[in-house]
């Protein structure tokens, strides 16, 4: 396999932020990320000597985790850069720029974590969020998991509501409506979503290799067929050990979360009942006490 030169690296990197802008569509802050995770690690390895990053072996790529856990940085931090390490390494084996067999060796090391809040005070920031889509290698994969995490933490569904939508549910940039179809007894609900909802979901179509009917399911797997909710729920669990979660984070706790979040923001007990599809004002208070007032950060 053909190898750049030492020199290249710099020129690698922009071709590698360039295929996350074109093809991947990443946004602005997710390439950002990316691109300052890279930039350090190339300038660690430049620092013992080495600009070729085919050459890193598992104890300089460790090395360089460990560096940056002494230096304070975050759980998700840590977890974000060994994806980001992932990504591009993949990305230039499939280019035929490079192999580097020590990157599959690689784990993510311990994290010393401060002690974390109840399950109802946990948020998942926009840092946190993001680092939905650094869990898969493959595009169209990364884009689908991001937009049902953000359907679930951001709009409200419940993860079985989302993996029900089908085509003609998605929202479009004139019509910023989802169609939650009747589910589990309750009915059909229109649920307003935002700009960046909207492009998620158009990015993750865009990228699906199936060719999905016009009333087929919307998200799918990688057999073509509905999606399983157990995909999902395996991708909460890794998420939790990279950010050090306890077993309380479930799907279900984003959606309480934004309860919480709405309820903190000012909404009354019907709004966030009507927003969320909560089918009681027992439950809805349940989930978002009327006398809550904060305790939760919001993306963004």
């Known amino acids: 396999m053909a190898r750049p030169k ?35 690690f190339l300038a660690f390895i430049a620092k013992a000597g080495m600009t070729d990053p085919g050459h890193v072996d598992t104890a300089m790529l460790s090395a360089f985790l460990a560096e940056q856990i002494a230096e304070g940085r975050a759980a998700s931090s840590i977890a ?31 994290v010393p974590t401060s002690p ?3 399950a109802t005070e946990m948020a998942f920031g926009e840092g946190e969020m993001e680092l939905v889509a650094f869990l898969s290698e493959d595009p169209w994969i990364a884009k689908r998991d991001l937009a049902l995490f953000l359907l679930m933490g951001e709009v409200g569904l419940k993860l079985g509501e989302a ?18 179809p009747p589910f589990a007894g309750k009915p059909e609900r229109l649920v307003p979503v935002t700009p960046d909802m909207v492009d998620v979901i158009a990015d993750y179509l865009s990228l699906c290799p199936f060719d999905i009917p016009e009333d087929g399911p919307l998200f799918v797997g990688l057999r073509g067929r509905r999606l399983n909710p157990g995909v999902i729920q ?7 050990i990279h950010l050090g979660l306890p077993s309380s984070a479930t799907p279900k706790m984003l959606r309480k979360q934004l309860a919480l979040r709405l309820r903190a923001e ?27 007032r904060g305790g939760g950060k919001g993306r963004g």
Do not use: C
Request: charged content about 25%; aromatic content about 8%.
């Open 6 to 40: 030492a020199t290249e690296a710099s020129a690698v990197l922009v071709r590698w932020l360039d295929w996350l802008k074109d093809e991947v569509r990443a946004s602005r802050s997710t390439r950002e990320g990316y691109g300052r995770d890279l930039r350090r």
């Open 80 to 110: 974000r850069m060994l994806a980001t390490l992932r990504n591009f390494f993949g990305w230039a084996e499939r280019q035929g720029l490079f192999s580097n067999a020590a990157i599959a060796q690689l784990r993510l090391p311990e």
């Open 116 to 118: 974390k809040p109840a």
């Open 163 to 180: 993996l029900a939508l089908d085509r003609p549910a998605i929202p479009t940039r004139t019509r910023p409506i989802l169609t939650v």
């Open 234 to 240: 395996r991708q909460m669990r890794r998420l939790r």
């Open 266 to 292: 000012g909404a009354g007990t019907r709004e966030v009942q009507q927003r969320l599809g909560y089918a009681h004002t027992s439950s809805t208070l349940r989930a978002a006490p009327a006398n809550y």
